[in-house]
């Protein structure tokens, strides 16, 4: 029988993977303590053939002996893949200050900031048996759903797909990364006034970048370390390899030759996604003081047309 487990941090997305999973026909089970998955599977490999089990940190033995002792167990007898769902630290405040609901930790009383520190110490041992981790951050209700759907088409294809980042350090290590690498040695548009306001993906800077030979190289060498080790990667039975290029703020260095790399695998037949982390974010912030800039100018102009029309009456 197949089974996927379903967990990570609270607030990262686990009723909608769930969710996801019971739309494309699993048979789903919400927060089930791990010892008694043995007996559940058991039972339920006599009728599915599909299951979808979701776990949370108040399932989750404290001892990593015991978590692998259980997870061995059902290898023994079941085809099992475990995917662990990641935000960071901020969205999760976040998510849970919108939703008002309690985080599992917080029955310790602890502050939210301090359940959710708490709860990354206890499921540490868990990711590392994880067959995909999915960083959740930037990913919206529908592009979870699709995300776990293409993970469940690469197990039966056998389907390797790459994806090529690019992000800036400022904000952060993407926690989905698999290979990191850092670019920030390299010669940095940044400081050409006339630059500075372009991204990797414009061509001054992208001919500025290719005019330095140590740009050229770094870009050979690590497409030759991918292309070394990607066979055995593709037989290693993984579903997404995620290669993240960083700089500082992630708009020239990593997203020039994280698109070249990107463009480099797609020329050679490779399923490839090319995204820049930095960019998007940018463009969410620039969109959301867009639309709060114009919030303002409307209430501006209905408080001055108010006024106006009082003045009028009481003239």
């Given at each position: ?5 379903i ?32 007996q ?34 059902l ?30 930790l ?34 919206s ?13 690469g ?38 006034p ?19 030979t ?6 050979y ?11 055995m ?24 030759i ?9 020329a ?14 940018n ?10 800039t114009?919030?303002?100018l ?18």
């Amino acid at each position: 029988m197949e089974i996927i487990i379903i967990s990570g941090r609270s607030g990262a997305g686990k009723s909608v993977a769930l969710r996801a999973l019971e739309d494309t026909g699993y048979y789903c089970v919400d927060n089930i303590p791990l010892d008694l998955l043995p007996q559940l599977t058991d039972i339920l490999s006599q009728s599915q053939s599909s299951v979808a089990i979701s776990l949370d940190i108040r399932n989750i033995p404290n001892s990593a002996h015991s978590l692998k002792q259980t997870l061995s167990t059902l290898q023994k007898h079941h085809q099992i893949k475990i995917i662990f769902l990641e935000a960071d630290r901020a969205t999760l405040i976040r998510r849970y200050s919108d939703s008002r609901r309690l985080h599992p930790l917080s029955l310790k009383d602890l502050s939210l900031e301090a359940a959710i520190d708490e709860e990354y110490r206890y499921l540490e041992p868990l990711i590392q048996h994880a067959n995909l981790i999915l960083d959740t951050t930037h990913l919206s209700t529908h592009s979870l759903a699709e995300r776990l759907r293409e993970f469940l088409r690469g197990n039966s294809e056998k389907e390797l797909k790459i994806i090529v980042e690019s992000f800036g350090f400022k904000y952060g290590i993407p926690l989905d990364a698999d290979y990191v690498f850092d670019v920030r040695f390299l010669p940095n548009p940044h400081w050409d006034p006339t630059l500075r306001p372009m991204t990797g993906l414009e061509a001054p800077v992208a001919e500025f970048l290719n005019s330095h030979t140590e740009v050229n190289e770094f870009i050979y060498l690590t497409r030759h370390y991918i292309d070394t080790w990607l066979p055995m990667l593709e037989k290693n039975n993984r579903s997404y390899l995620t290669i993240a290029i960083g700089c500082t703020g992630g708009k020239h260095r990593s997203v020039y030759i994280a698109q070249q790399l990107g463009e480099y695998f797609q020329a050679k037949g490779k399923t490839v996604k090319i995204q820049h982390k930095s960019l998007e974010r940018n463009k969410k912030i620039i969109k959301s003081a867009v639309i709060k800039t114009l919030f303002l100018l409307t209430a501006l102009f209905l408080h001055a047309h108010r006024l106006y029309n009082f003045t009028r009456i009481t003239a």
